[in-house]
């Protein structure tokens, strides 16, 4: 009888590797963030395809409006069922497949030669895309356990990296080459990192973690808790694209050069990949509500900086309002995993990214609304009140931790 207890045990011991091991928790984080990087990259290097699209296809700017619109949209509303289709083949199997067909659909798109199927093959893309957020997080939140919080924090600055280098190289490429070997080269790219991912991203166990099953007793009567962490996380997701929204008039009011515009914007952007880096940490360190405070604060108080401030020191003040604006997001993800049901962890970082994605298509038009009936400068002030409506939600939060 014992001779089969043992035998059993070590063959679940082989069926579902511990994931705690070093290296292959180094393995789960480094493939999580290369295909974070990868996927964030595709997503946002339709932008710099927008322009050589409208003059191959003579498009106009409701049709580009739609292809952008048509990937975010599939990404998104996709991004659940992905998070539930990893109970069925598991992380590193839908991590790859989803992987494979974001690379396929950018192939399609260099086959392509009308909107039609432009749309299409964007579609696709999109739908493998809303694998990754939810797959990554949560292999990266299982393989790490209590001490997820800073590798979670290393897996969101891969993201803004892929954002900054696949834009870039596309662009570079279509210097060189038709735009359509160019996106046949990304594709590549993205067709061996499905390959890697396949072959070497380590299984992660289906059954839960030693922190998820401490959060899931801790949560198991009450959602309350994950969802002042998802109200959280779209309030922060609206500050900051209603804020981004805004930023070029501000700066165009205190009399900024167009030439110095992009460098401007650029300080924010590198600030805030830095912020995705730094505040985890701070989370782990200060805990998350003090986290939340510091940086919602900080967000508030630099927003009401910047609409009075001369032209130069509101510059000066850019990449440090990066960092705040972004680094909340960083202690909210990884906040997710504590407060999701047992063994559920795919699916509620399904349900947190498609929330904070969808504020942050919703909330330029909402601020815009407001923008228009009280000026710029108003608007602004809103998005930092915003900002502060936070803290009592933080508050409220705090029971729901183990720690705070």
């Given at each position: 009888m014992r001779l089969l207890f043992l035998s059993a045990q070590a063959t679940n011991t082989a069926e579902c590797p511990d994931p705690t091991r070093s290296a292959q928790r180094k393995r789960v984080l480094w493939l999580s963030c290369t295909a974070h990087a990868l996927h964030d990259g595709y997503t946002d290097m339709i932008y710099?395809?927008?322009?050589?699209?409208?003059?191959?296809?003579?498009?106009?700017?409701?049709?580009?409006?739609?292809?952008?619109?048509?990937?975010?949209?599939?990404?998104?509303?996709?991004?659940?069922p992905a998070g539930s289709l990893v109970r069925l083949l598991g992380t590193r199997a839908t991590l790859a497949i989803g992987t494979l067909l974001a690379a396929l659909g950018y192939a399609l798109a260099g086959m392509s030669g009308s909107l039609l199927g432009l749309c299409v093959a964007l579609a696709v893309s999109g739908c493998g895309s809303s694998t990754q957020h939810p797959l990554g997080s949560g292999a990266v939140s299982r393989a790490y356990g209590r001490d997820a919080r800073a590798p979670l924090s290393v897996y969101n600055f891969a993201g803004d990296l892929g954002k900054s280098a696949l834009p870039a190289a596309v662009s570079l490429l279509i210097n060189f080459m038709p735009w359509r070997h160019a996106l046949w080269a990304m594709s590549t790219i993205g067709i061996l990192v499905a390959l890697v991912i396949a072959l070497f991203l380590p299984s992660v166990c289906r059954i839960e973690s030693e922190a998820e099953a401490t959060a899931g007793e801790a949560t198991k009567s009450s959602r309350s808790g994950f969802s002042l962490l998802f109200a959280i996380g779209v309030l922060d997701t609206a500050v900051r694209m209603g804020l981004l929204t805004f930023l070029p008039f501000l700066l165009r009011s205190k009399g900024i050069s167009p030439q110095m515009m992009g460098t401007?914007?650029?300080?924010?952007?590198?600030?805030?990949?830095?912020?995705?880096?730094?505040?985890?940490?701070?989370?782990?360190?200060?805990?998350?509500?003090?986290?939340?405070?510091?940086?919602?604060?900080?967000t508030a108080l630099l927003i009401l900086a910047l609409i009075w401030l001369p032209l130069a020191?509101?510059?000066?003040?850019?990449?440090?309002?990066?960092?705040?604006?972004?680094?909340?997001?960083?202690?909210?993800?990884?906040?997710?995993?504590?407060?999701?049901?047992?063994?559920r962890t795919e699916r509620a970082f399904a349900l947190f990214y498609t929330g904070t994605i969808a504020s942050?298509?919703?909330?330029?038009?909402?601020?815009?609304?407001?923008?228009?009936?009280?000026g710029v400068h108003g608007a602004t002030i809103v998005t930092a009140a915003t900002a502060l409506v936070i803290f009592p939600l933080a508050l409220a939060l705090r029971r729901h931790l183990s720690t705070t």
């Open positions: 710099a395809l927008l322009p050589t699209w409208q003059a191959d296809f003579g498009l106009g700017y409701g049709a580009l409006a739609l292809l952008r619109g048509i990937y975010a949209g599939t990404m998104a509303t996709l991004q659940v401007a914007l650029a300080l924010v952007f590198i600030g805030g990949a830095a912020g995705k880096f730094a505040c985890g940490a701070l989370g782990a360190r200060v805990g998350v509500i003090g986290a939340v405070f510091t940086t919602e604060g900080a020191p509101a510059t000066i003040l850019l990449p440090l309002l990066g960092v705040m604006l972004n680094g909340t997001s960083s202690v909210l993800y990884g906040t997710v995993p504590e407060l999701a049901p047992a063994g942050g298509a919703l909330a330029p038009i909402a601020y815009g609304l407001v923008g228009d009936r009280i």
